[in-house]
């Protein structure tokens, strides 16, 4: 009797294991070397040192051209990543990503544009360059959980393509996750809290800003703009989840060197876990 029922208590365990798991979604700005002091081959060394300390387990770029995750694979130990070019295949920006292969299988990824055909480059309603959105689905290999990550970067001019990329991406969300699995969407979305856009995201998923249980860290704002000496308003940078996910921690970093910043956007961290 009491074998079984420690057994039982096993099995139980075994099959309420929650994950934890570290996420991060940055806008590194792309490799310009037109830039000045600003240029990529002087933002490198930090930003790669940045990434090394926190160490996410996932990581959602925006900006990234292939030179970009060519380097944060070959410099950071235990890397991979996934995505497509906005432009199709290698070419133009990703809003790749990375994850650590000792930690994750991914079982599913691929990535569809922002516009009315999702299945090729293209612009979407007056956005001025073609947008996209990856995903993929992970399995935590300690736990075996699984879960969803999208990771987007909506136009800066468009503002209807904003507001239509944020219903796509929904209506994408929903049909992809159809088993309920916990879910994050993390990106530069170049919209403010106060907009319709991100009303209709929030009343889907939840702001991970304003359900972190331990402590939400820093600014508020997450583009700076490589201005050092001015205070940081504008938030653009977001991580939603849905009601599978449990936010511990939030943090917005702000680290510098020499007075200046890894790139124009901060980047955000939560610590997560799957339920």
């Not at 007056?126 to 736990?143: H, K, M, N, V």
Request: net charge neutral.
């Amino acid at each position: 009797m009491k074998k079984t029922t420690l057994l039982s208590f096993v099995i139980m365990l075994s099959l309420s294991t929650v994950a934890q798991v570290n996420l991060m979604t940055y806008n590194i700005k792309y490799a310009n070397e037109n830039d000045g002091e600003n240029s990529w081959s002087k933002r490198k060394d930090f930003i790669t040192s940045q990434l090394k300390f926190y160490e996410p387990d996932i990581l959602g770029v925006q900006e990234a051209v292939l030179s970009q995750l060519d380097h944060f694979t070959s410099e950071l130990d235990g890397y991979d990543y996934l995505g497509t070019g906005r432009d199709g295949g290698e070419n133009g920006e990703f809003s790749a990503i990375l994850y650590k292969t000792d930690k994750f299988e991914v079982l599913i990824s691929g990535t569809f544009w922002l516009a009315k055909d999702v299945t090729k480059p293209s612009k979407g309603w007056d956005a001025a360059f073609p947008r996209i959105c990856t995903y993929a689905l992970f399995e935590d290999q300690g736990s075996g959980k699984k879960f969803w990550v999208f990771n987007t970067h909506f136009d800066h001019r468009g503002k209807k393509a904003r507001l239509e990329s944020a219903k796509l991406i929904l209506t994408k969300m929903e049909e992809i996750n159809t088993a309920g699995l916990p879910a994050i969407l993390m990106g530069d979305l170049n919209l403010e809290s106060n907009t319709k856009a991100i009303r209709l995201i929030t009343d889907e998923l939840r702001d991970s800003r304003k359900i972190a249980k331990k402590v939400a860290f820093g600014s508020e704002g997450t583009f700076n703009g490589y201005k050092f000496h001015e205070p940081v308003t504008r938030r653009i940078d977001y991580i939603f989840v849905n009601y599978k996910v449990e936010v511990l921690k939030y943090g917005v970093l702000t680290d510098s060197k020499d007075q200046k910043y890894p790139s124009d956007h901060f980047p955000v961290l939560i610590m997560a876990e799957l339920k």
